[in-house]
């Protein structure tokens, strides 16, 4: 079974302060991508990221970073500096390669940044 | 980019009525889905589609249909609306092969009193 846990149900930080958002998942596929949403108060959700599990390299995007690493099935995610605007749910999800699309998503993670 | 449409954007119904909610996407993605969204956060799939004529459930039982009649057109209906139906209803849409992001209208957040 796909399984995607993300532990921290909410995190509060103030502006400025790096926070991370973990996300650990669960599939005995070899193949599978991995995703996180942005799905902010307006209720739409945000595409930021896909890796695919052969490619475990790192990546950064302005102020946002991803670290994949298999050995322990994780794919965290940072934000450098945060901002009031980065305040949203945060959505990370699974896709098993074999199928045709479907997403497993963990509870999401409440993020609040305050000014 | 994928443009996904959905309407109305928020609902509010009596128990017992029919109800559609609508999904349109212009970007000719061959797969379509509904996920319901609790007040909790969590998401579910409700219903997929993997190309006109083809509709699937999902993991969350629900008592919806779901119809794809044409490639951009995904509706979801509910036969006989009760309070345990009031949630968030999120429709999607992906490009094959396998592999590629899903991506998301606004959402319709539907009340049932």
């Known amino acids: 079974a796909q399984k995607v846990t993300q532990a921290q149900t909410e995190i509060s930080v103030v502006e400025k302060e790096d926070v991370t958002l973990d996300c650990v998942y669960e599939?005995?596929?070899?193949?599978?991508?991995l995703f996180w949403y942005k799905q902010p108060p307006s209720g739409e959700l945000v595409f930021l990221i896909r890796r695919n599990s052969f490619d475990e390299q790192n990546e950064i995007s302005g102020r946002y970073s991803w670290n994949f690493q298999k050995s322990t099935s994780s794919f965290n995610f940072t934000i450098t500096a945060s901002q009031v605007v980065d305040s949203a749910v945060y959505f990370c999800?699974?896709?098993?390669?074999?199928?045709?699309?479907?997403?497993?998503f963990g509870r999401g993670t409440q993020l609040t940044v305050w000014p | 980019e994928a443009d996904i449409y959905q309407t109305p954007r928020y609902l509010v119904i009596g128990t017992g009525k029919k109800i559609t909610l609508e999904c349109s996407q212009t970007?000719?993605?061959?797969?379509m889905y509904w996920y319901q969204q609790d007040p909790g956060m969590e998401l579910h799939l409700i219903h997929y589609s993997y190309g006109v004529n083809s509709t699937e459930k999902g993991d969350l039982s629900s008592e919806s249909t779901v119809s794809r009649i044409r490639t951009e057109h995904f509706p979801l209906t509910l036969e006989s609306a009760r309070p345990s139906h009031t949630s968030q209803y999120l429709c999607?849409?992906?490009?094959?092969?396998?592999?590629?992001?899903?991506?998301f209208g606004n959402g319709t957040r539907l009340t049932v009193t």
């Open positions: 970007m000719g993605h061959d797969k």
């Open positions: 999607a849409s992906s490009e094959s092969p396998g592999g590629k992001p899903l991506h």
């Open positions: 599939t005995r596929d070899t193949t599978y991508y």
């Open positions: 999800a699974l896709m098993r390669g074999s199928t045709l699309g479907r997403l497993y």
